[in-house]
Protein backbone atom coordinates (compact mmCIF):
# COMPACT_ATOMS: atom_id res chain seq x y z
CA UNK A 1 0.00 0.00 0.00
CA UNK A 2 1.48 3.53 -0.58
CA UNK A 3 2.32 5.78 2.35
CA UNK A 4 3.64 9.09 2.65
CA UNK A 5 6.04 10.12 5.32
CA UNK A 6 7.35 13.93 6.41
CA UNK A 7 9.95 13.63 8.70
CA UNK A 8 9.29 16.68 10.98
CA UNK A 9 6.44 16.86 12.81
CA UNK A 10 6.27 20.76 13.97
CA UNK A 11 8.98 23.24 12.50
CA UNK A 12 9.54 26.53 14.53
CA UNK A 13 11.93 29.23 13.00
CA UNK A 14 12.17 33.17 12.15
CA UNK A 15 11.41 34.96 9.66
CA UNK A 16 13.96 35.34 6.58
CA UNK A 17 15.15 31.69 7.27
CA UNK A 18 15.15 29.26 5.18
CA UNK A 19 12.30 26.54 5.47
CA UNK A 20 12.79 22.40 4.12
CA UNK A 21 10.17 20.08 4.42
CA UNK A 22 11.05 16.63 4.00
CA UNK A 23 8.73 14.35 2.44
CA UNK A 24 9.01 10.46 1.61
CA UNK A 25 6.52 8.41 -0.12
CA UNK A 26 6.70 4.51 -0.92
CA UNK A 27 4.97 3.26 -4.24
CA UNK A 28 7.26 2.65 -7.21
CA UNK A 29 5.20 3.25 -10.29
CA UNK A 30 4.58 6.70 -11.42
CA UNK A 31 3.41 9.24 -8.66
CA UNK A 32 1.77 12.21 -8.97
CA UNK A 33 2.74 14.35 -5.64
CA UNK A 34 1.09 17.57 -4.13
CA UNK A 35 1.76 19.76 -0.82
CA UNK A 36 -1.26 21.30 0.78
CA UNK A 37 -1.03 23.99 3.42
CA UNK A 38 -3.68 24.93 5.51
CA UNK A 39 -3.39 28.15 7.46
CA UNK A 40 -5.40 28.77 10.60
CA UNK A 41 -8.89 28.79 10.61
CA UNK A 42 -8.69 27.94 6.25
CA UNK A 43 -9.56 24.92 4.19
CA UNK A 44 -6.83 22.85 2.48
CA UNK A 45 -5.40 24.69 -0.52
CA UNK A 46 -2.99 23.23 -2.96
CA UNK A 47 0.40 24.78 -2.98
CA UNK A 48 2.04 22.88 -5.62
CA UNK A 49 2.18 19.52 -7.69
CA UNK A 50 3.90 17.41 -9.74
CA UNK A 51 2.90 15.26 -12.48
CA UNK A 52 6.07 14.77 -14.72
CA UNK A 53 8.56 16.84 -16.40
CA UNK A 54 10.86 19.11 -14.82
CA UNK A 55 11.46 18.00 -11.18
CA UNK A 56 11.84 21.23 -10.01
CA UNK A 57 8.35 22.25 -9.33
CA UNK A 58 7.24 26.12 -8.68
CA UNK A 59 4.45 26.82 -6.38
CA UNK A 60 2.58 29.73 -5.13
CA UNK A 61 4.14 31.98 -2.54
CA UNK A 62 7.45 31.45 -3.49
CA UNK A 63 7.59 27.64 -2.27
CA UNK A 64 8.98 24.93 -4.63
CA UNK A 65 9.32 21.56 -4.20
CA UNK A 66 12.34 18.84 -6.11
CA UNK A 67 11.13 15.45 -6.68
CA UNK A 68 13.82 13.16 -6.90
CA UNK A 69 12.91 9.77 -8.28
CA UNK A 70 15.78 7.70 -7.03
CA UNK A 71 15.00 8.96 -3.25
CA UNK A 72 11.44 8.64 -3.77
CA UNK A 73 11.33 12.36 -2.08
CA UNK A 74 9.44 15.46 -2.76
CA UNK A 75 11.16 18.08 -0.39
CA UNK A 76 9.12 21.27 0.20
CA UNK A 77 11.66 24.44 0.02
CA UNK A 78 11.42 28.39 0.67
CA UNK A 79 14.67 30.33 0.87
CA UNK A 80 13.15 33.09 3.00
CA UNK A 81 9.91 32.79 5.32
CA UNK A 82 7.21 35.45 6.18
CA UNK A 83 5.40 34.98 9.84
CA UNK A 84 2.13 34.41 7.24
CA UNK A 85 3.72 31.29 6.18
CA UNK A 86 2.94 29.84 9.59
CA UNK A 87 0.01 27.02 8.77
CA UNK A 88 0.28 23.34 8.85
CA UNK A 89 1.57 21.60 5.41
CA UNK A 90 0.83 18.51 3.91
CA UNK A 91 2.72 16.04 1.09
CA UNK A 92 0.42 13.78 -0.85
CA UNK A 93 0.93 11.07 -3.35
CA UNK A 94 -1.93 10.15 -5.64
CA UNK A 95 -2.55 6.52 -6.82
CA UNK A 96 -5.16 5.66 -8.62
CA UNK A 97 -7.87 7.27 -7.36
CA UNK A 98 -6.47 8.06 -3.92
CA UNK A 99 -4.55 10.49 -2.10
CA UNK A 100 -2.66 9.75 0.43
CA UNK A 101 -1.47 12.25 2.63
CA UNK A 102 1.66 12.56 4.98
CA UNK A 103 0.43 13.22 9.10
CA UNK A 104 1.70 16.75 8.67
CA UNK A 105 4.22 19.21 9.49
CA UNK A 106 2.58 22.26 11.58
CA UNK A 107 5.63 25.26 10.61
CA UNK A 108 5.60 28.28 13.34
CA UNK A 109 7.30 31.48 11.89
CA UNK A 110 8.68 34.51 14.32
CA UNK A 111 8.46 37.44 13.64
CA UNK B 1 -17.08 27.10 -10.47
CA UNK B 2 -16.92 23.60 -8.65
CA UNK B 3 -18.13 24.54 -4.99
CA UNK B 4 -18.14 22.09 -1.80
CA UNK B 5 -20.60 22.48 0.76
CA UNK B 6 -19.92 20.43 4.09
CA UNK B 7 -22.90 20.49 7.12
CA UNK B 8 -22.61 20.67 10.01
CA UNK B 9 -19.62 22.59 10.45
CA UNK B 10 -19.36 21.36 13.84
CA UNK B 11 -21.00 19.07 16.28
CA UNK B 12 -20.99 17.65 19.65
CA UNK B 13 -22.34 14.51 20.36
CA UNK B 14 -22.40 11.68 23.44
CA UNK B 15 -20.49 8.09 22.61
CA UNK B 16 -23.60 5.54 21.56
CA UNK B 17 -25.38 8.33 19.57
CA UNK B 18 -25.84 8.27 15.69
CA UNK B 19 -23.95 10.73 13.23
CA UNK B 20 -25.02 12.06 9.84
CA UNK B 21 -22.47 14.08 7.75
CA UNK B 22 -23.59 15.73 5.26
CA UNK B 23 -21.56 16.83 1.29
CA UNK B 24 -23.18 18.39 -1.32
CA UNK B 25 -21.50 19.61 -4.64
CA UNK B 26 -21.88 22.13 -7.27
CA UNK B 27 -21.12 22.75 -10.86
CA UNK B 28 -20.00 19.42 -11.49
CA UNK B 29 -21.62 16.11 -12.64
CA UNK B 30 -20.59 12.64 -11.94
CA UNK B 31 -17.58 13.62 -9.80
CA UNK B 32 -15.48 10.95 -7.38
CA UNK B 33 -15.66 12.21 -3.86
CA UNK B 34 -14.04 11.97 -0.83
CA UNK B 35 -14.53 11.77 2.62
CA UNK B 36 -11.02 12.13 4.53
CA UNK B 37 -10.45 12.68 8.51
CA UNK B 38 -8.25 15.06 10.33
CA UNK B 39 -6.99 13.91 13.63
CA UNK B 40 -4.18 15.32 15.27
CA UNK B 41 -1.17 14.64 14.48
CA UNK B 42 -2.18 12.04 12.05
CA UNK B 43 -2.51 13.81 9.25
CA UNK B 44 -5.44 13.29 6.60
CA UNK B 45 -6.91 9.87 6.29
CA UNK B 46 -9.06 8.78 3.12
CA UNK B 47 -12.04 6.82 4.57
CA UNK B 48 -14.18 6.73 1.66
CA UNK B 49 -14.08 7.75 -1.78
CA UNK B 50 -17.30 7.15 -4.43
CA UNK B 51 -17.30 7.01 -8.04
CA UNK B 52 -20.93 7.27 -8.60
CA UNK B 53 -24.32 7.07 -6.61
CA UNK B 54 -24.64 3.85 -4.93
CA UNK B 55 -20.61 2.75 -5.09
CA UNK B 56 -18.93 3.39 -2.16
CA UNK B 57 -15.20 1.82 -1.44
CA UNK B 58 -13.81 1.71 2.64
CA UNK B 59 -10.13 2.33 3.01
CA UNK B 60 -10.18 1.50 6.44
CA UNK B 61 -12.12 -0.84 8.62
CA UNK B 62 -13.84 1.58 11.36
CA UNK B 63 -17.06 2.62 12.52
CA UNK B 64 -18.15 4.78 9.67
CA UNK B 65 -20.64 3.90 6.90
CA UNK B 66 -21.10 6.33 3.77
CA UNK B 67 -23.39 6.83 1.37
CA UNK B 68 -23.93 8.06 -1.94
CA UNK B 69 -27.67 8.52 -2.51
CA UNK B 70 -27.35 11.20 -5.36
CA UNK B 71 -24.58 12.24 -8.06
CA UNK B 72 -23.78 15.13 -5.78
CA UNK B 73 -24.71 14.11 -2.20
CA UNK B 74 -22.06 12.14 0.14
CA UNK B 75 -22.75 11.14 3.31
CA UNK B 76 -21.01 10.14 5.94
CA UNK B 77 -22.75 7.92 9.33
CA UNK B 78 -22.42 5.94 12.03
CA UNK B 79 -24.87 4.17 14.09
CA UNK B 80 -23.15 4.83 17.48
CA UNK B 81 -20.38 7.20 17.53
CA UNK B 82 -17.18 6.40 19.60
CA UNK B 83 -14.34 8.60 21.17
CA UNK B 84 -12.05 7.64 18.95
CA UNK B 85 -14.68 9.12 15.54
CA UNK B 86 -13.88 12.44 17.04
CA UNK B 87 -11.89 14.55 14.13
CA UNK B 88 -12.21 17.17 11.41
CA UNK B 89 -13.86 15.55 8.53
CA UNK B 90 -13.66 16.88 5.48
CA UNK B 91 -15.22 16.23 1.82
CA UNK B 92 -13.31 16.52 -1.38
CA UNK B 93 -13.86 16.42 -5.15
CA UNK B 94 -11.06 16.30 -8.08
CA UNK B 95 -10.69 19.51 -9.96
CA UNK B 96 -11.74 19.55 -13.59
CA UNK B 97 -10.45 19.27 -16.73
CA UNK B 98 -7.15 17.32 -17.61
CA UNK B 99 -5.30 19.13 -15.54
CA UNK B 100 -6.81 19.93 -12.42
CA UNK B 101 -8.33 15.83 -12.15
CA UNK B 102 -5.80 14.67 -10.03
CA UNK B 103 -5.66 17.53 -7.91
CA UNK B 104 -8.51 17.46 -4.88
CA UNK B 105 -10.71 20.56 -3.82
CA UNK B 106 -11.72 20.36 0.02
CA UNK B 107 -14.79 21.56 1.55
CA UNK B 108 -14.14 23.48 4.77
CA UNK B 109 -14.77 20.73 6.90
CA UNK B 110 -17.24 19.31 9.59
CA UNK B 111 -15.36 19.10 13.17
CA UNK B 112 -16.74 16.35 15.51
CA UNK B 113 -16.20 16.66 19.36
CA UNK B 114 -17.74 12.71 20.48
CA UNK B 115 -18.24 12.93 24.43
Known amino acids: AQSVSQHNHHVILSEAASLELGCNYS??????LFWYVQYPGQHLQLLLKYFSGDPLVKGIKGFEAEFIKSKFSFNLRKPSVQWSDTAEYFC?????????FGAGTTVTVRA | SQTIHQWPATLVQPVGSPLSLECTVE??????LYWYRQAAGRGLQLLFY??????ISSEVPQNLSASRPQDRQFILSSKKLLLSDSGFYLCALPGQGAAGANVLTFGAGSRLTVL
Open chain 2, 27 to 32: GTSNPN
Open chain 1, 27 to 32: YGGTVN
Open chain 1, 92 to 100: AALNDYKLS
Open chain 2, 50 to 55: SVGIGQ
